[in-house]
């Protein structure tokens, strides 16, 4: 249920740089390939799993999107490389999906890593895919794992519509959105996580049982998942929008920007989550720490009351045959207030102590 | 009653860039407009909800800042938006109130955010608001969300009564002095908080009880939640003072640099109090071991010294037929007796031991 | 008796920059100034509340040092502001005496806030008060808030008996004697603290008791205390030393160095400090869990020891009539060699779990 | 059984520099050297202890590799080292087997000490050998401690097969691909770590005993040695990709980036390690606080059950003659019913504390 | 015996800048001094109390070695001081031996102090002295506080057989052989912390004793004070490598680089112990928090057990006139049977609850 921690990587030790193996979860379901053309007059779309319908836009004006969901099919890999001239180095990087997000510039594309996050069933855990977009001059090629449904649908939606200016923005901009649908989703993972650190704070405040110091442990996991997920993406996107590589247009930069202020309030709210849930344990400890001392308290209160007058009724079941006190007529009610007396002084007692 | 960890901003997910959307509370009154425009001359103000008014102003010689109450309407900011030329990006950011405190220069104009903090009702917490200044040649715009007053009397203030040198000097100096009034606002936070730490602190090392450390805790989220709105403004501060952007002169940039001051001593002392509230912690929970300490040994001393007297009397009170001690003549006193040293020796034992 | 966390400044928000306001204690004597111009010849002295006396002095060649202790009086301040050309937000911050230690250029002159120490009576704690240099090209002003004394004595004797090269090097060299005096001073308190420590942890780890960890606490937050007052220093003063304003000639760079080299060290010192004081509470929670279990283990013993030998006293006291150990002749020998078997066993018992 | 803290080094004190001593274990078996020189068209594969093989090749155009295998014959890397013209403190470092990892530019070739890492016998630990690489114009000398085997084979089958680019790229290759081959051994020591960590977190939260903490201190050691061990190779290999030497030609440096990745990740896993592990302490020490507490609620219910009743059942054993109660018809059964409803009291008072 | 924190150094408060005094233990023996003059060709050695006869060496091209034992000559000092052109605040800093490590550059010749450790008596403890190194054209001053012996013989012996390239090199090969003749002696107090290190957690784990964490204290105040003498040693040794003096020669700074490498290591050695030490401190706390609860357990086992029995003892020791269970023949063996019962139902729940 909970994230690993490393991705089983040893079986690719010794094999050549650049050898196709996937690395991952394999899913048993085909590759499906989807085809944008588009330039500011119209969009040409076709989804299939032909990829030989890709290979005249690589020289046409136009800007093309080719998407591929399910990253396990070698062959249709190997085909798309070749086409665009992506280097080995590159997709073997895409097939290896415990990357961490970063960008590499090869001078006649960019090669940019992020994770896609979505909540597992039951909104019990964050779960992270690979998202590989390469950007070249007139094209854009993004890889998704497809674990968790695609996020793109929304651009999609707005490259035929027309609206905004995706479509008269060059593949740089395409890009753009694409990586701004995918940070758009990490709030939604953001929200989710707050309601259970939130859920969790008013449990240890009110009434934290054994159970609440797991899920701590639990919540503690994904924070630190998330943010090995995410501080890295601070420097990709910064890249992008300090325009290192000349593929990024002046005017895109500006959309970049705002990317990366989303990206910087979400690690400062990672950060946040961190703080917080390392003040809650303190919070648990020290609940304990009064539950135990209260449970003290009553014990030592019983204990301390009925110790002596127990002692003091054993004192006079003892059959000594010379005890004066057994013969007297009012030797049982001197007992009786004496040992009233005992009881109030100890009262007396824990008052000052503060303890009753 | 606590600040929430994240703003709902799911919402947003998969629209355009430069959608405006509101983000954050809603508030129903309507917005607030008010136009100043001055030169050292004399002070124009007008306050409407007409913005018609303020578009001549665009192209006068006159400083005009244009005052924002209430960001919720979109299509008055979009109004503003076209007469200043401002960026969608901008009005954007303006709307979604979750910001981090941040400064960007788009050429021919400043976009600032701020946060405005204020304390809520009956001193219980710190609430945030956003604060967005767009700072140009000759204009400044400000955007508030308007929920805890307006900050910026005094400022208005010193502008109708020409008092230092704010009608001669720029828009730059009209934006320096909006900052300013609204870092001094801090102080009054700080004191507060510090305030609210130092009872905490005395309550903790006098008399703690169960609910300290939820206070505590409440504290601690606090400084958390101001460190993290109050962390980026050094960041934007400094790049004005050291003049990255040519719209702030010279003249102006000593009295940003005092601000800056004002910035970095706000953050120390947030820091301060990070210190000093987890050495609370710690005090707390070296009480509470002190305490079961305490009344274990309370627990220890009474056993310890009615265990064996009450065995003793036990042994006599036993029912054999022969048992020589009980016919003795001095049998009971003996016993009393008996009874009187072990009391005596365990008190010099309690006593080596430093327990009484 | 402890320092506040925050002084108060609220009453300043709203009112224009550079207006004079002193905020901080408030004193009742007046401002005593003092003025001693030199060059390699000799020494002019003169005290007295009439400044008129140093107003030619800015026009001669001798280097002029005006010093001023107490500094509530606002007018003494704008005559001096006016006569050496100084900014009104200079004289503003001479004011606040809540200013972190600071170095700024303002060209002709350079404006130094520094904090002096010094122990609280009976030493328990330390006192700051706000020391303000400004070295123009042939004079030094400085302004003392005047609480604990003034530090100067020995530059002044320097001065007058023309022993070192105090008189022959300029102004930049004064304002190097002034920091230095300062700063050698820091030293007194380390060790003051330093004493306090070591008596601390031999105390903590001989006989802690209950307001030990009080104790600790205030000293902890003295040593944040004086880390802020000291940790700007080192930018201070590396500044100086670097020589970024023109005023410091090459000569006195040395002297600063020097200078610098104590402030990296009392840095350290005062982090060495915090180690060790965190690393104190340790100590303490430790030895109080060491005590409850020792606590724990005695009572535990008892119990161990009486209940069983009770419980057998108890069984023996019933009242059945056909209980045959009763009447047995060695019944009641019996019973006593049964209750010295069990103590036997147990005694084994406690050593085996070396609890005795 | 545990790595050392520190190695043995204190011997070489006051020995001039390039002193050749063998500092770390020392073993038996006689150095092996293996030869293998190669262009495009062919491989040439020598081994043997006569390094009189490989001298003409130095002067040869094949790119030769001289893979020594046992450090510790100082004859032998003497004749390299002068054979190769090494510097002094090159072979001085390459025997001492605790150095950090470290690139060292020489000009016309480049030292680079990396540690190869094996898991113990039985997967108890993690072992560290020094491997030493040279890189040449035409030449790689590798130096192996020969502790855990030699990890170089997948490269030497790729010589041998001509597989990948391994022939026509030169001699920074091969030791790109060296490098590349112990790096990629890292994985399998961090997923076998990760398994022992995941394994011991179940155990807590599940059934911590008292072995527990021992182990997990013991793989904190590990994770701060693992670290010890990594962290340096970040700025190694940064270095090489970066080409801050000539030796390493560009194609290369796309290799080389792809090996800084991983390095990178490398280091990211380990520090998910240390936090999690410092989580874990965190949660056993909760564990046991809970259970302390446990154990306390069960003493205290039964202590507050039955001291009460013991002390009636104690009173109504008193011996006095003038007991009423004594001699009521109904006063055992009424005793009976007292005590029940002392029990059903305390039940509801443990109900109302939440204890059952 | 421990470590002060603090050297007295007030005294020196307000002396002016190159006053001469002593800070640090004063000790009565006389200083030693030691000449050695050497070229290619051979060594001209004396040791004498009369600096007369170094005066000619400082224009001779030998180099030249004056090494002083015993700082506390003041007039030797100057005298030295005078003859070589040392500014007095070098003179200063050489006396008070408080100094962290550090280098200055003054031109003709480079000041580097650093700390010589070595273990007190029955290596219970590491003590500093301050060794200061002025390295000049042709002539090395050496400064010892003369308190652990003399770390330079091995260079003399050196020096004398004219073993290595010491005596070609010049004085700043011999500077860098006394650096790193100090720092060899760093791993001789290192592998003995590393030991007395390694002793603790062996018995932290296998039976802490009170006093285990006394000793813990002063290992972590002894690493505190290691890394206070340390860290500075990395920037002071970096700098003489990167040669930002012209005094070090090209091929010394290849040795220098060596000697910077051992200072890393050191470091991170350091480092590796205060992550130890601060582990240890958390494992003994644990161990404490483990016994308390078994101490716990047994006695809520023996309370659990005997205090029912003894209420069942006491119901029937009861004097009711009618209790008919008192007369019936078999009521003795029945309550014997229930107290046996109530014993099995105990250790059936012990069992349940793994106390057992």
Same mark, same amino acid.
């Given at each position: 249920?909970?994230?690993?921690?490393?991705?089983?990587?040893?079986?690719?030790?010794?094999l050549?740089?650049?050898?196709?193996v996937?690395?991952?979860?394999?899913?048993r379901?085909?590759a499906?390939?989807?085809?944008?053309?588009?330039?500011?007059?119209?969009?040409?779309? /076709?989804? =299939?799993?032909?990829?030989?319908?890709?290979?005249?836009?690589?020289? /046409? &004006?136009?800007?093309?999107?080719?998407?591929?969901?399910?990253?396990?099919?070698?062959?249709?890999?190997q085909k798309?490389?070749?086409?665009?001239?992506?280097?080995?180095?590159?997709?073997?990087?895409?097939?290896?999906?415990?990357? %961490?997000?970063?960008?590499?510039?090869?001078?006649?594309?960019?090669?940019?890593?992020?994770?896609?996050?979505?909540?597992?069933?039951?909104?019990?855990?964050?779960?992270?895919? /690979?998202?590989?977009? !390469?950007?070249?001059?007139?094209?854009?090629?993004?890889?998704?794992?497809?674990?968790?449904?695609?996020?793109?649908?929304?651009?999609?939606? %707005?490259?035929?519509?027309?609206r905004?200016?995706i479509r008269?923005?060059?593949?740089?901009?395409?890009?753009?959105?694409?990586?701004?649908?995918?940070?758009?989703?990490?709030?939604?993972?953001?929200? =989710?996580?707050?309601?259970?650190i939130?859920?969790?704070?008013?449990?240890?405040?009110?009434? &934290?049982?054994?159970?609440?110091?797991?899920?701590?442990?639990?919540?503690?996991?994904?924070?630190?998942?998330?943010?090995?997920?995410?501080?890295?993406?601070?420097?990709?996107i910064?890249?992008?929008? %300090?325009?290192?590589?000349s593929?990024?247009?002046?005017?895109?930069?500006?959309?970049?920007?705002?990317?990366?202020d989303?990206?910087? /309030?979400?690690?400062?709210?990672?950060?946040?989550?961190?703080?917080?849930?390392?003040?809650?344990?303190d919070?648990?400890?020290?609940?304990?720490?009064?539950?135990?001392?209260e449970?003290m308290?009553?014990?030592?209160?019983?204990?301390?009351?009925?110790? &002596?007058?127990?002692? !003091?009724?054993?004192?006079?079941?003892?059959?000594?045959?010379?005890?004066?006190?057994?013969?007297? %007529?009012?030797?049982?009610?001197?007992?009786?207030?004496?040992?009233?007396?005992?009881?109030?002084g100890m009262?007396?007692?824990?008052?000052?102590?503060?303890?009753?």
């Open positions: 249920m909970r994230n690993k921690l490393v991705t089983k990587r040893s079986a690719k030790a010794g050549p740089p650049g050898t196709l996937h690395i991952g979860e394999r899913h379901e085909a499906r390939v989807s085809i944008i053309a588009y330039d500011e007059k119209g969009v040409y779309e /076709q989804a =299939s799993d032909d990829l030989a319908a890709c290979f005249p836009l690589r020289n /046409q &004006p136009e800007v093309s999107w080719i998407n591929v969901e399910g990253i396990h099919s070698i062959e249709l890999l798309l490389g070749e086409c665009y001239g992506i280097h080995p180095l590159v997709l073997e990087d895409i097939l290896n999906t415990d990357q %961490r997000p970063k960008r590499e510039d090869y001078g006649a594309y960019l090669f940019i890593v992020l994770k896609m996050l979505s909540l597992k069933n039951g909104n019990k855990g964050v779960a992270a895919e /690979q998202m590989s977009l !390469i950007l070249g001059e007139n094209f854009v090629l993004s890889f998704q794992e497809g674990l968790a449904g695609d996020p793109f649908d929304p651009v999609r939606e %707005r490259l035929r519509a027309g905004g200016k008269s923005l060059g593949a740089d901009y395409l890009v753009y959105s694409l990586i701004d649908a995918i940070i758009d989703n990490y709030f939604v993972i953001l929200e =989710s996580l707050a309601e259970r939130e859920r969790l704070e008013e449990e240890l405040v009110a009434n &934290p049982v054994r159970e609440t110091v797991g899920r701590l442990h639990i919540l503690k996991r994904e924070v630190i998942f998330l943010r090995k997920s995410i501080w890295p993406l601070r420097e990709v910064s890249g992008l929008e %300090r325009r290192e590589s593929l990024v247009r002046e005017e895109t930069a500006i959309y970049l920007r705002d990317v990366y989303h990206t910087v /309030q979400i690690i400062d709210t990672v950060e946040t989550f961190r703080d917080i849930l390392s003040g809650l344990l919070i648990y400890l020290s609940t304990l720490s009064n539950r135990t001392n449970v308290k009553v014990l030592t209160i019983i204990a301390t009351l009925f110790m &002596p007058l127990t002692f !003091i009724a054993g004192l006079y079941g003892m059959n000594f045959h010379y005890m004066p006190e057994l013969n007297w %007529r009012w030797g049982y009610p001197a007992v009786l207030i004496l040992m009233l007396l005992v009881i109030g009262l007396v007692f824990f008052r000052r102590k503060k303890w009753i």
